[in-house]
């Protein structure tokens, strides 16, 4: 599974001129499913997520008289913020070859959505208060990104070694 966190003021979808969900303060989560992604997985991003500390902490800052934004040390929990779940199977496109994106590593609409579906409840179990766009479905997002902070996050990557910067001698 692959998910675009977005820290937002505000986020909402609208599916044929009419809100379908809505959120103040929080995360808009772009949510895609990849082929052989299970329930293990909606469960592992969905604990991330929810715990991820990339909101300001108002009682620190990065220095005295610096503009900069507050540290990141607090989670979607700690703020009891919300979540806009949009499903978005794009997020597993190749563009590597050609000019048209292969969507071919996207799960089945079928398993997509139940998986979908699984991570939602899976953020509702961890006290997140969640709206979702409608699966499948042609939506229009807005939102306002706060900071801007994007994260991106992949299953794939979770249990891998921690990238380690270049020493630039190579």
């Known amino acids: 599974m692959r998910a675009v966190l977005q820290r ?3 986020a909402s979808v609208a599916l044929d001129n009419e809100t379908v969900g809505s959120i103040g303060p929080g995360l808009l ?13 909606a469960q592992r991003l969905a604990e991330k997520t929810v715990e991820l500390r990339i909101f300001a ?21 700690d703020i009891g913020g919300s979540a806009l779940v949009v499903s978005q199977f794009t997020l597993l496109a190749d563009v590597w070859r050609g000019r048209r994106p292969s969507f071919a590593e996207a799960a089945p609409p079928d398993e997509a959505e139940a998986l979908v579906d699984a991570f ?9 208060r969640v709206e979702t766009g409608r699966f499948g479905a042609h939506m229009l997002v807005e939102l306002e990104n706060d ?10 990557d979770l249990d891998g070694p921690r990238r380690r910067p270049s020493t630039g001698s190579g």
């Not at 895609?32 to 299970?38: E, I, L, P, Q, T």
């Not at 409840?121 to 961890?126: G, N, P, V, Y």
């Open 147 to 156: 900071g801007p902070v994007t994260i991106v996050l992949d299953t794939a």
């Open 8 to 10: 937002v003021t505000r």
């Open 29 to 41: 989560v772009l949510l895609g499913v990849a082929r052989g992604d299970g329930p293990a997985e």
């Open 120 to 128: 939602v409840a899976a953020l509702r179990e961890r006290g997140v």
């Open 57 to 77: 902490d108002p009682s620190t800052s990065l220095g005295a008289g610096s503009p900069a934004p507050r540290q990141f040390n607090r989670s979607l929990l």
